[in-house]
């Protein structure tokens, strides 16, 4: 594979320690020319004096100042950059050829969008970019001659078991249906009773994958697989009528692809964020990923059922945005981040995230966003009558 030079923006998260644990197995491929990590000081540090990038961005002045002072106290010659223009300046230099798109929420929207009028390789982790802006990110990324890869266990398992030549319609290739599996969370088999009670500390720990606070949170209430499925729809081009969820509370099988002929191929692995990322990463060729192999003769038994929009009426609420259209999922994803931050601080109940989303997907809104101005003016405009219906409810 020809050598890569790599921007990896939040790359003190989740996605983008694994990112670099990968690219670090893998030296002779990768150079890294920039890590951002906005307030996470001392773990972005680290990174910068064991990877060397070029360059590090972080929030603002006071945050730039103080990695500054350790880098250089370090000895290393990392440039310290800092705010939203110099995301998407790193993310479009003309040097890049890939970036790893992984800002948790809509504030990852700007440099993804850039990056993909650039022409670059993006690896999508940030499933925001395409509920907020699906329709603006793909053409922009047409328009640009970006590659976009997805790095989100279901829609990369999706990706796998697709046709090589899949030409972003389904009947051409014979496929019925797209099937997302979810684990179900943390809360699969709780009293439906008990949900009023559910705490920020249990909504957070998740039986299979470690994830940040917010994504823990929308596994629990099973936004993030609505917002998957919107993802999922803008990637593959693929009707809402042909989207399907099933709960797979094991998370060996990430996702599957119903063809014409009864068949129905599936992406199996153990639960580990590495094995999309190397496959990606390392296209075309299969790279080590530092993931174990899967042990069939120790595995549980495989089990599914459907979900229960009672339980996750979250996930109801995505399948309608989804069905609607416009600016929607831009709305459903907005209010669902000030929802799980209220949350998350003590605010509400696990159950208001639900019904914060619904009001706000309830009042009237702008039928369709073609600009990155009007997105994020319809995405200020959700925050606050969300921000305002949590005031009411507390």
Sequence with gaps: MTRQVLTILGSTGSIGVST??????????FDLFALAGHRQIEKLAAQCVAFQPKFAVVADAVHAADLAGRLKAAGCATEVLYGAQALMDVASAGEVTGVMCAIVGAAGLPSALAAAKAGKTIYLANKETLVVSGALFMQTAKAGGA??????????????????????????????????TASGGPFLHTDLATFDSITPAQAVKH????????????????????????????????????????????????????????????QLGNPDMRT?????????????SGVGALDFGTLSALTFEKPDFNRFPCLKLAYEAMSAGG??????????????????????????????VAHCLAQNFSDGLRDIDSLLAQDGATRAQAQAYIAALA
Aim: proline fraction near 6%; include cysteine.
């Design 147 to 180: 590659t976009v890869l997805p790095i989100d266990s279901e829609h990369n398992a999706i990706f796998q078991v697709l046709p090589r030549d899949y030409t972003g319609r389904l009947n051409e290739h014979g496929i019925d249906s797209i099937i997302l």
């Design 327 to 356: 600016s929607a999922p831009c709305v459903l994803n907005a209010a669902n981040e000030i929802a799980v931050a209220a949350f998350l601080d003590g605010q509400i109940k696990f159950t208001d995230i639900a019904k914060v």
């Design 276 to 288: 999309p990322i190397a496959y990606c990463l390392g296209l075309p060729e299969r790279i080590h």
């Design 20 to 29: 670099l644990d990968v690219v670090g197995r893998h030296s002779d491929k």
């Design 207 to 266: 039986p299979n994958w470690s994830m940040g606070q917010k994504i823990s949170v929308d596994s629990a209430s099973m936004m993030n697989k609505g917002l998957e499925l919107i993802e999922a729809h803008w990637l593959f081009n693929c009707p809402p009528e042909k989207l399907e969820v099933v709960i797979h509370p094991q998370s060996v099988i990430h996702s599957m692809v119903r063809y014409r002929d009864g068949s129905v191929l599936a």
